[in-house]
């Protein structure tokens, strides 16, 4: 697909360590669509920016689970989110 002027600056995804990283306007309006921390247990430690981040690298570059470059949380706490996020409907809610 070919990009005009005016959508070719629009979606550019300079600045952004990965292409498949979220700019600031998306993250606003996938942030309110993800589940809140629990009120009780351990505070939340992970970054959920970065595991929406992960799980967007792997999909648009195919890698496994344990190929996650470092600058992301451990697959492991990215797998979690994931299949969690899957049973909870999470993904559908975002289109």
Same mark, same amino acid.
């Given at each position: ?23 600031? =306007?998306?993250?606003?309006? *996938? ?5 809140? =921390? ?16 992960? *799980? ?19 697959? !492991? ?8 996020? !899957? ?9």
């Amino acid at each position: 697909m070919a990009w005009t002027e005016i959508t070719g600056r629009k979606y550019r995804r300079d600045g952004l360590r990965y292409a498949s990283h979220l700019t600031d =306007a998306e993250w606003e309006l *996938i942030e309110p669509l993800l589940p809140p =921390a629990a009120r009780l247990g351990r505070p939340r430690e992970t970054d959920l920016r970065a595991v929406v981040n992960a *799980i967007l690298y792997m999909a648009s570059t195919g890698c496994q689970w344990r190929q996650l470059p470092k600058k992301f949380p451990p697959y !492991s706490t990215v797998q979690g989110y994931f299949y969690a996020w !899957s049973r909870e409907g999470v993904f559908a809610n975002i289109r």
